[in-house]
């Protein structure tokens, strides 16, 4: 990774074809690190739930417009199949996955890490557990070390924690804690990105949010970005137009 503000945008689901290669081409355009192509999508209650190992191919299609795809996985054979098919058909293609907040098996973790082998062009984020604890998120990072990848390959992510119990005046769908988000990052000298999307829950959440983030030193961004978020399957109420992306960035 560089030096610079990590920058990961797009829908919060793969949808279609459609809108997954017009968000490849809004992201090229803005030289984005990594285009959001989410395949696997943990649901609190059944729904739409992703396109699942079919919209692999999506992945691939990103990479060949030169746009690096990112994707949540549940399981390690997501991981494999990934990187083994993205990697191989674009070889000047980077992926990133990530290990989403639900997903707590210390195992799953373990053998995700494991299954990204040595595979320099492919990188792991890890976000935080719903819950706030600061041992529990270490424990999340020292598993997937455990498992084996190296630390210039991974990333955390902070996306907050439930609001049960906690102040919400802006009625946020998590609370941030940056204070314990910047003892992790110091203690274990990874870079941090934030989740203004999971974290604010509604376009204007996010916007404020970014404001509150920007005085932390964070190293980067994920954010979801939609080409027609009325018309999103999942999260809807927090995706933006690429015009607000825009506008947002002029906030990092």
């Not at 190296?150 to 996306?159: D, E, V, Y």
Request: a positive charge.
């Amino acid at each position: 990774m560089t030096n610079k503000t990590i920058i990961i945008t797009g829908p919060c689901a793969a949808e279609s074809e459609e809108q997954i290669l017009l968000s490849a081409k809004e992201a090229k355009k803005r030289q984005v690190d990594f285009l959001r192509v989410s395949l696997w999508k943990p649901r609190t209650k059944p729904g739409f739930d992703g396109l699942g190992e079919k919209g692999i191919e999506l992945l691939v299609k990103v990479a060949k417009m030169g746009v690096n795809p990112a994707t949540e996985v549940i399981i390690p054979s997501h991981a494999e199949k990934v990187i083994d098919t993205v990697l191989t058909a674009v070889p000047t293609a980077k992926v990133l996955l990530w290990i989403g907040a639900r997903n707590q098996n210390h195992y799953i973790q373990q053998e995700i890490a494991r299954a990204m082998g040595n595979e320099k062009r492919a990188y792991l984020m890890v976000k935080n557990q719903p819950w706030p604890s600061l041992e529990h998120w270490e424990g999340i990072i020292e598993h997937v070390l455990h498992g084996g990848i190296s630390k210039n390959r991974l990333l955390i992510c902070h996306r907050g924690f439930s609001p049960n119990g906690h102040a919400n005046p802006y009625g946020y769908r998590n609370v941030p804690d940056y204070e314990m988000t910047m003892k992790i990052k110091n203690k274990t000298k990874l870079p941090v990105l934030f989740d203004p999307s999971h974290t604010g829950g509604s376009v204007d959440n996010v916007f404020r949010i970014v404001k509150e983030a920007a005085k932390h030193s964070f190293d980067g961004l994920i954010i979801e970005v939609h080409p027609n978020p009325k018309n999103a399957k999942t999260d809807a109420k927090q995706q933006l137009t690429w015009k607000q992306f825009d506008e947002l960035l002029k906030l990092v």
